[in-house]
């Protein structure tokens, strides 16, 4: 099946630092999505993104649709500790009838 | 609202032992999904369902079956558990208009020994 290889695979930073993490893939994808999970709990949807090139802020998170729409990335901006927890982006294909193709995560630690 | 209830939370069930997994939504959502997450791995599709009545196979479904009668209920069943079936499971739903943007529920966590 389709692959997203999202990187890095884990980041263990200080409270106050920028994160930064991205998605590429061979395919083109219509959708990129940024998801994060929280210890114990399902995904919660972040930020979508529907064109390339697009740039899309929610809070201190920013996430951009790659021109060649293969990739994309999201920055976090002035981490918190309740930044912590696992981030996935997905991507949605044409003719996938609507399934998402989800990367393997970036497990993100803040230090207070 | 309750959003997407997943039953149980957690169990462990012996080789070769049967279970059903819970999923109910109260949205009226018509597309309901199964994941499940592996340690690094993400999450991968199951099975699906675009509507009551109608289910389809994702990327991993062997060793799962799955029924959707109601529009709020997606059950998964699995028969003959074994090891490689431990993992968290994840129902989620959407609905029609919103396609990328799905509601997930809190995760069962199964263990087969």
């Known amino acids: 099946g389709q692959q997203l290889n999202q990187s890095p695979q884990s980041m263990f930073i200080q409270e106050g630092e920028d994160v930064s993490m991205n998605c590429t893939s061979s395919?083109?994808?219509?959708?990129w999505l940024w998801y994060k999970q929280d210890p114990g709990e399902g995904p919660v949807l972040l930020i979508a993104l529907y064109k390339a090139g697009e740039l899309t802020s929610n809070g201190r998170l920013t996430a951009q649709f790659g021109i060649t729409r293969k990739d994309s990335f999201l920055n976090i901006s002035a981490s918190i500790p309740s930044d912590v927890g696992i981030y996935f982006c997905?991507?949605?294909?044409?003719?996938?009838?609507?399934?998402?193709?989800f990367g393997k995560g970036t497990l993100l630690t803040v230090n207070p | 609202n309750a959003g997407v209830t997943q039953t149980p939370k957690f169990r462990i069930l012996k080789i070769g032992q049967s279970m059903t997994l819970q999923c109910a939504q109260d949205m009226n959502h018509n597309y309901m999904y199964w994941y499940r997450q592996d340690p690094g791995m993400g999450l991968k599709l199951i099975y699906y369902s675009v509507g009551a009545g109608i289910t389809d196979k994702g990327e991993v479904p062997n060793g799962y079956n799955v029924s959707r009668s109601t529009t709020e209920d997606f059950p998964l069943r699995l028969e003959l558990a074994a090891p490689s079936q431990t993992s968290v499971y994840f129902c989620?739903?959407?609905?029609?208009?919103?396609?990328?943007?799905?509601?997930f529920g809190s995760g069962t966590q199964l263990s087969v020994l």
């Open positions: 989620a739903s959407r609905d029609r208009g919103g396609y990328e943007k799905l509601f």
């Open positions: 997905a991507g949605q294909l044409g003719g996938s009838n609507y399934k998402l193709t």
């Open positions: 395919s083109i994808f219509n959708t």
